[in-house]
């Protein structure tokens, strides 16, 4: 850091005298071998992680290039060299990214490498690229572990987007296929997986809409068994569940949710091993590199600066969420969420979570029909201003969807029962702006209204 903080460059820097990484000083000949191939070296990171704020903190902090606290944004698609020898080296691998040597942004970004440095503090893995969105990171990483012929395992309960790549898309344009299974009943699990044939298993930690939590370790250790690569979505809940901490080899996240939380930026990042973001970023075989879902360096600065906060946010956004829960199921709702006692997989929740970040953001109030689903949430909107009808989440403010009919509509019917979405489920994803007293009585006057015009049973 120190060697950045005087430096004021008048002409194109020299990529060989500028900024050097440490680890390129320490480097000498033990990663030489390795960076013939790679452009990312493994990080020290992940060995003595125990917490993801704690992580975040002390992972490499970049200073603007004239001594900013904060680093500069890199708005560059080419860099320049000053040998010409140089540029053979980068596109043969010799010099890479990890040493500050870059070649195309497309490829690797400094700025966009930044934040991909911090998402890999935040899940503890070697490694991490960002993407364009969530559906990019999603699909860059299936393609790079499956190839065509072969077959993955997924949770029948995903994101609609998830779920139609993985039904249509995939087995129409790459021949490959899914078996969809209950990831509660382990034995279907491991009954699903063709040893040779399927590569990945592919679930949500927490799994959108309704609210079930996976057994990481347990599906983790399945998978390894019958020598798949086990890839965890964790949109729902970042710095609570860390699943790669737990046994998974890769983290997807859409970006664009609570990591952005500010509901204005698409955004997604793949997190596991350096060897596989090497490979995805490779020349010739490489789905990030090839297929091209790239973040743009102002993007990666804007999301870059919201991580340091991104501890805070979710602690608020969760203890809402419980508190709300709470108070929701003591009137008498059904209420489906993690931090309920009676919720199915509390104590499994318990036992995999990061200490003192909560149960997540989002909680579900099943309505039972979506007529008064609908009524509900037009008087929290309209009548009250408890939240805004509006799919997606992570925002500050509280936004509301019915799942059957908008983000899961994807499914079909019988597939929104096998994945237990009901008509009537409202999903909230609990915002944390004004006072908690005062948006809890926005709720409540809209539930009041709702038993006046008799849409709503009798209280209790
Ligand atoms: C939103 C979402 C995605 C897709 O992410 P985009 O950034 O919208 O492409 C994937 N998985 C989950 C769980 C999501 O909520």
């Known amino acids: 850091m120190a060697e950045t903080k005087t430096q004021a460059y008048v ?82 691998g010799e010099l890479g990214a990890d040493r500050d040597f870059f070649i195309y942004s497309r490829h690797f970004n400094p700025t966009v490498l930044n934040l991909s440095r911090q998402m890999a503090a935040l899940e503890g893995t070697e490694a991490a690229y960002c993407t364009s969105s969530g559906m990019s990171a999603i699909s860059s990483v299936l393609l790079q572990l499956v190839s065509s012929g072969d077959h993955v395992v997924a949770s029948r309960t995903l994101y609609g987007g998830t779920h139609a790549l993985l039904t249509h898309f995939f087995p129409r344009a790459c021949n490959i296929t899914t078996t969809f299974v209950d990831i509660h009943d382990l034995d279907m699990v491991r009954n699903a997986i063709e040893v040779g044939k399927t590569k990945v298993l592919y679930f949500e930690g927490m799994s959108n809409p309704t609210l079930t939590v996976a057994n990481i370790p347990e599906l983790s250790r399945i998978g390894h068994e019958k020598g798949v690569t086990v890839v965890v979505d964790n949109t729902f809940s970042p710095m609570v569940l860390s699943p790669a901490r737990l046994g998974a080899d890769v983290v997807v996240h859409s970006i664009s949710k609570f990591i952005s939380g500010g509901a204005d930026i698409i955004a997604g990042v793949v997190c596991g091993p350096a060897s596989l973001v090497n490979s995805m970023m490779d020349l010739h075989q490489g789905s990030l590199m090839l297929l091209g879902p790239t973040m743009n360096a102002k993007v990666a600065f804007e999301l870059a600066e919201r991580i340091p906060h991104l501890g805070i946010r979710m602690k608020e956004h969760c203890n809402r969420a419980m508190v709300y829960a709470t108070r929701m199921k003591k009137m008498g709702l059904k209420v489906i969420y993690p931090g309920l006692e009676d919720h199915p997989q509390h104590e499994l929740l318990k036992s995999m979570i990061n200490k003192d970040y909560g149960y997540g953001g989002l909680l579900c109030v099943d309505m039972g029909t979506e007529e ?51 008509p009537g489920l409202v999903r909230m994803s609990i915002g944390y702006i004004g006072t908690l007293e005062q948006r809890w009585s926005q709720f409540e006057k809209a539930l009041n209204r709702m038993q006046d015009s008799g849409l709503f049973g009798s209280k209790k």
């Open 11 to 92: 002409f194109p820097t020299n990529n060989n005298s500028r900024k050097r990484t440490e680890r390129e000083d320490m480097d000498g000949d033990d990663y030489a071998s390795a960076a013939k191939k790679s452009m990312f070296l493994p990080t020290a990171a992940s060995a003595a992680w125990e917490d993801p704020a704690a992580a975040l903190a002390s992972a490499r902090h970049e200073f603007g290039e004239h001594g900013g606290v904060n680093m500069s944004i890199e708005a560059s698609a080419t860099f320049t060299v000053m040998e010409p020898e140089t540029l053979r080296k980068m596109f043969s």
């Open 372 to 422: 008064r689903a609908n009524r509900l949430m037009n008087l929290l909107q309209n009548y009250t201003q408890f939240g805004f009808m509006a799919v997606s989440l992570g925002y500050y403010e509280t936004l509301m969807s019915c799942s059957g009919s908008s983000t899961s509509s994807e499914l079909s019917n019988e597939e929104k029962e096998l994945a237990g979405i009901s």
